[in-house]
């Protein structure tokens, strides 16, 4: 390889190096903590961090050092003695500058020094600028100083001819490495063509891909694997691991190796990395039969809905044998399944979602669930993420991001979702394309593992007394063809009914005979209640529970819910009334009969 040849070098190095003859002065921001790849003289990819990168590619054009400042001092890259000897000499700095603190008089005289060097080419970082003051805090006079002194420093520039490997002049160049451009003020940035802004950007999958080859080999037996198997464990690796740095590639690596985690178990080390577990629940045997034998169970405890929990066992079975988003190739990257609820109010969309829990997990800890109508305002993001730096309840976490780094095998209820804020189906977008969310700390949180479910009572027609209640697959077209109306033309947000795909199940009304069934599950309820709290084994006559179905069933607009609203007032209300003035002793007694008072009130007779 040619001395200047940087083909291979990553496109922000190959931008500097381009543009030297022109700029003395950039922003970097991004992903400045990583490792970046550069090849190295033996072909093999080097992972280095960003000042061994830079300095990778500033040598190549002559230059002769980097001089790095941090709140903890200055540094000099390559860390040997000419290049401290000559970095001493061109700054004026009594003696070699290595670790010593700087402030911005000093450091306004370095900057000075290394842009007005005429016979020696030499670069200045300012690192860590985004944390030289708290957030919302303005710079202090020293470090405003600083700033314009630096602005004038671009203005009065002149690049410098050497005769080393390049003839044309280069400018002895200065670089603020920041978390945002917004970080510093914007009659910096923005004073000047001489400034060149570049983002550091997170590796994609070649890069992923190169250095994944590297790391497999090193991992517990990968040193006995064939060509290919390594080959199609560092393709996994690297699928595996969006959204990952090459820095926490190389730690997935070293916790690979700790754990004694072969190159076949990569999927486990990187899950191990991510959420600090290497076992997978969604492999377990049991579970597997759990779900085979979910239909039965599920339809039991959700009545009235077969059809919808067939379809939602089905988007499980794919959750369970890996094969969520197989169709656009690659490895997964969303969450382990999406579902997306819809019809009438009342119907079980909700308690079918508790049920999955119950049934994948055993836990019903692992279910949280947000109603999307208190996130309707601009606001209420911070809530599900956190504020942002410099907004009260900083650093707390937000309400979605700390359940699901707190619990990560979970199912993940959004009751209404039509109702979130338009920045908020943004951040659901996130979640279903990446499998991540950015927290307001910065911190990333894995979904991966996780069960997205959305509901929507979205394109449900009225019910009206004598006129045909659409059921089946003409409800079913009814409320899907609401659904793609509402996120293409009314929200704007295709992309993301896009990911949601086929996974829209569709719930029936409660028909008549499924409305009698829960409307006597219900009364079971308040008999067994009675008795676990009064010690009293409670009855019915024929004819008060006759009554309490009727009134029960006689209005399905509102389906289970309003059922069970019913039983409350008819049977539930008088029951508590004549149970609070009955006389102690009493192990048995018979609702005997109803009364509707005066203002719709009930009374129940007891013997």
Request: net charge negative; aromatic share 6%; charged share 25%.
């Amino acid at each position: 390889m040619s001395p200047r040849q940087l083909d291979n070098h990553p496109a922000w190095l190959q931008e500097i190096d381009s543009s030297l003859t022109v700029t003395p002065a950039y922003v970097l921001h991004g992903n400045l903590r990583d490792r970046y790849l550069v090849p190295g003289t033996d072909g093999k990819w080097m992972p280095l961090d960003l000042h061994q990168a830079l300095w990778d590619t500033l040598r190549r054009s002559g230059y002769a050092a980097i001089v790095r400042h941090t709140p903890v001092g200055v540094q000099v890259v390559p860390n040997d003695p000419a290049a401290r000897r000559l970095v001493a000499q061109v700054t004026g700095l009594n003696s070699e500058p290595n670790g010593r603190p700087v402030g911005p008089d000093q450091l306004t005289a370095i900057l000075r020094a290394l842009m007005s060097c005429r016979d020696v080419r030499l670069a200045l970082t300012i690192d860590y600028v985004s944390q030289w003051r708290p957030a919302g805090t303005p710079p202090t006079d020293a470090e405003h100083a600083f700033m314009q002194a630096a602005l004038a420093a671009i203005h009065d520039a002149l690049p410098i001819v050497t005769g080393n490997q390049r003839t044309s002049g280069l400018f002895n160049p200065f670089l603020w490495l920041v978390d945002r451009p917004a970080d510093l003020p914007p009659w910096l940035t923005g004073g000047s063509e001489g400034i060149r802004q570049i983002s550091v950007p997170q590796p994609d999958l070649g890069a992923r891909l190169r250095l994944a080859r590297n790391l497999v080999i090193s991992m517990p037996g990968g040193g006995r694997m064939s060509a290919p198997a390594l080959e199609d464990a560092a393709a996994r690796f690297a699928e595996r691991s969006a959204g990952m740095s090459l820095h926490a590639m190389i730690a997935t690596t070293q916790l690979a190796l700790d754990q004694s985690l072969g190159p076949e178990r990569i999927d486990d080390a990187v899950r191990a990395y991510r959420i600090g577990m290497t076992e997978n629940p969604w492999a377990d045997q049991d579970l597997r039969e759990r779900i085979r034998n979910g239909e039965k169970l599920l339809a039991e405890e959700v009545k009235g809905q077969r059809r919808a929990v067939r379809h939602a066992l089905d988007i499980l079975i794919r959750s369970n044998t890996g094969m969520t988003g197989a169709e656009r190739g690659g490895g997964a990257t969303g969450p382990r399944g999406i579902l997306f609820f819809a019809g009438p109010t009342g119907v079980g969309k909700t308690e079918l979602a508790k049920r999955i829990t119950h049934l994948v997990f055993g836990d019903q800890d692992a279910y949280v669930r947000f109603d999307m109508s208190e996130f309707s305002a601009d606001h209420s993001e911070a809530r599900l993420i956190g504020s942002p730096p410099g907004y009260e309840g900083h650093g707390e976490g937000g309400e979605l991001t700390n359940a699901v780094r707190q619990q990560p095998f979970c199912v993940v209820l959004f009751d209404e979702v039509e109702k979130a804020h338009p920045r908020i189906l943004d951040k659901f977008l996130q979640i279903l394309s990446d499998g991540r969310l950015t927290d307001g700390s910065g911190d990333t949180v894995h979904f991966g593992e996780a069960i997205i479910v959305f509901t929507s009572n979205l394109g449900v027609p009225e019910l009206v007394p004598g006129e045909p209640v659409l059921v089946g697959a003409e409800l079913e077209s009814a409320v899907k063809k609401a659904i793609e109306h509402e996120f293409t033309v009314t929200i704007h947000r295709p992309e993301l009914l896009g990911r949601i795909g086929d996974n829209i199940v569709v719930f029936d009304y409660i028909d008549p005979e499924t409305a009698v069934e829960l409307a006597d599950e219900f009364i079971g309820n308040v008999i067994e209640r009675v008795a676990e709290q009064h010690g009293l084994a409670l009855t019915l006559s024929d004819e008060v529970r006759r009554d309490v179905v009727e009134l029960a069933v006689a209005d399905l607009s509102k389906g289970g819910r309003g059922i069970g609203r019913a039983v409350e007032s008819t049977l539930v209300n008088p029951l508590a009334r004549a149970l609070f003035d009955l006389p102690p002793g009493r192990t048995a007694a018979i609702v005997k009969s109803l009364a509707r008072e005066e203002g719709g009130w009930f009374t129940a007779e007891l013997v």
